[in-house]
Every structure is written in C-alpha cells, then in structure tokens.
C-alpha cells in the first residue's frame, strides 16, 4: 500500500511565506499605503476580503494536500486543483486589484504593449483554453507529470493565461475595457463552449487514458482509476457551469442596475418637494 508524503510534500512551507508576504504587502503598500499618501481612493472591505480569499484559495490549490494527492493518487483532485486555481482565484485577485495598481505597470512601455495584445478578447479566449486543452491530451500530462521542471513551467503558463483569460471580464481599468456587459456574456458563453471537449474527453472515455493515474493504489479512496478519471471530469464541468453561471449572473445584475440607473437619471421622479410646492400653487389659484 502506497503511503502519503511527509508533511514538506503536502503543505508546501515555502508556498505559504510566499503568499503570506504578497498578503502582507498588499495591506501595507497596496491598501494603506497609497491610500495614507493620498494617491488612490481607499479599497473597499469588500474588496480586499475577496483579494486575500483568492490568495488562500491559491495555497490551498497549489500548497495544500490536494496538490499532492492530484499529483500522486487521484485525477479528480487533480481537476479541483484546476477548477481552484484558474477559475476562482484569477477572479478575486482581479477583484481585489485596485485600477492604480494595474495603471502603475502600464508605466512600462514593453509590459503595456504585451499586456494590451494578450488580452486582447478573442486572444485571451482561445490562448488559455487552448493551453488547457493540450494539457489534458494524453501523451502530453504523462510526460509533463514525470517531470517536475517542465509540469511548473507549463502551470505557470496556464495560471497566467487564466489571468488573461478573465481580464477582459473582470478589467480595473476602464481605459481597457473593451467589452460592453452584453459582450462579456457572450464571452463567458464562449468559454464554456471551448472549455466542454477537454471535460467530455474524460468524462466520456471507457478505458484509462492516462498512463501516470492507472497503476497507483489509493491508501485512502474506494475509488477505480477509470471511476476516479471519469469524476475529475464531472467535478470540472459541474464546478465550471457553477463559476460561469454565478459569472454570467453577476455581469446581468450589474448591467440591470446600470440600465435602472440610466433611466432614473433621464426620467427621474417628481420631489416631494416640488410636489408640494405645485399644490401650493394650484391653491393658489
């Protein structure tokens, strides 16, 4: 029977300073700083608690147990580990990023031009769901599994991608805000749609289609490799549906709220004031 790692394998120490530091940085010189030198408008609680709940849910895809056990033993954790760090934590970061933060690196001329051409809508869609795509392909993660160096550089890959991917949706900066409400549900719609071969790939498949998950006995599951691919598939669509709707919601109501605010502004109501004062007239006369 297989044993699982020692405590270094399963909760990454050095992951955690690391994410500790970018979390204490971001309090001191992102939300106070800047704000003491009144150089920004403060960051709203909202904001900052959904920035620090994208950096834990980074460590805990990333430097928690379910990296190594996605690893090691099952597929299925694996997917989670995905759905976590390229689906839900880009868009609390974004979320949590304020527009002078994001404008500072602009001040690059290189990073500006860069970063402007890859988010770029259609680029962002078809790069990251085209890494991931490949990723999933067999040959690709068995080899990309048994070596360390080139699965991290490929995860970098795919995390910054995903960064990418939700800009257009998420954008601090109005300047490059290139897609209206309507165009962003569209565009969510459209990564939902290329997002389905990969899941359908696996979910579908009737034998083990990777080599690294077909052999490995699990010290703590009941699972069979074919059941435990055939899972990390569902656990991917399913959370993916979940994100994309919950996505999809948020960008109607705030279209809604906008529109209701448009038109109360071009129609707005009578004062009751006003009201009052055309009565004391119609008295009057």
């Known amino acids: 029977m297989s044993q699982i790692g020692g405590f270094f394998d399963l909760w990454n120490p050095v992951l955690l300073l690391i994410v500790v530091v970018i979390g204490y940085s971001y ?4 939300v106070n700083g800047m704000v003491r030198a009144n150089q920004s408008e403060p960051i709203s609680m909202s904001a900052q608690l959904l920035f620090y709940v994208g950096l834990a849910l980074f460590y805990i895809g990333q ?3 379910i990296s190594y056990i996605g690893h090691h033993y099952l597929f299925s954790m694996h997917m989670l580990q995905q759905t976590i760090l390229y689906l839900i934590v880009p868009i609390l970061i974004w979320l949590g990023t304020p ?3 994001v404008r500072a690196c602009m001040k690059n001329v290189v990073f500006r031009g860069l ?6 809508p259609l680029i962002a869609l078809f790069m990251f769901n085209m890494l991931f795509s490949i990723y999933h392909m067999p040959f690709i993660m068995d080899y990309l599994m048994k070596n360390d160096v080139p699965l991290l550089a490929y995860h970098t890959m795919l995390l910054v991608t995903a960064f990418i991917m939700w ?3 998420f954008c601090p900066l109005p300047e490059l805000n290139r897609l209206n409400d309507l165009k962003k549900m569209a565009y ?3 990564n939902g749609v290329l997002l389905t071969p990969a899941c359908a790939l696996i979910i579908f498949a009737d034998t083990i289609i990777y080599d690294m998950y077909s052999n490995v006995t699990v ?3 009941h699972l069979s490799p074919l059941d435990d691919q055939q899972l990390g598939g569902v656990i991917m669509k399913i959370l993916q549906e979940i994100i994309y709707g919950a996505t999809l919601a948020y960008i109607f109501f705030r279209w809604y709220r906008r529109e209701r605010k448009d038109e109360d502004e071009l ?3 009578p004062s009751q004031e006003s009201m009052n004062n055309q009565g004391g007239s119609w008295n009057r006369a």
Do not use: Y
């Open 27 to 30: 309090g001191r010189f992102v």
């Open 167 to 169: 800009f257009p949706v």
């Open 267 to 269: 129609d707005p109501l």
């Open 99 to 101: 527009a002078w933060l």
């Open 115 to 120: 970063f402007t051409f890859l988010t770029r």
């Open 63 to 65: 430097g928690s147990p």
């Open 188 to 190: 969510i719609f459209g």
């Open 219 to 221: 010290p703590f599951a």
